[in-house]
């Protein structure tokens, strides 16, 4: 089979137009894992400073409970804030 010159260009303009579409799909999936990887990573720098707060503190203001999950039971005095 064979195809002119202006068959193969028109063809040719679809398949760009199909991966510009694409290209425009990937970063929209791109801009959505930005967001919750930049949420996780929010999550686990509050739960690591938490964390460091339960470890220093001597007035059990803020403790683990018996999951590892850090709890903060009263106002501290020990100054681990």
């Known amino acids: 089979m064979n195809i002119t ?10 398949v760009e137009q199909y991966e510009e579409y694409l290209r425009y ?32 503190c001597k007035c059990g203001a803020w403790q683990f409970n018996k999951t590892g999950i850090v709890i903060h039971v009263a106002d501290c005095i020990c100054g681990a804030e």
């Open 5 to 14: 010159f202006k068959q193969y260009e028109e063809a040719k303009k679809i």
């Open 25 to 56: 799909e990937e970063e929209l999936d791109d801009d959505d894992y930005d967001e919750r990887d930049w949420e996780e990573e929010k999550a686990e720098r509050r739960f690591e400073e938490d964390a460091e707060r339960a470890a220093l």
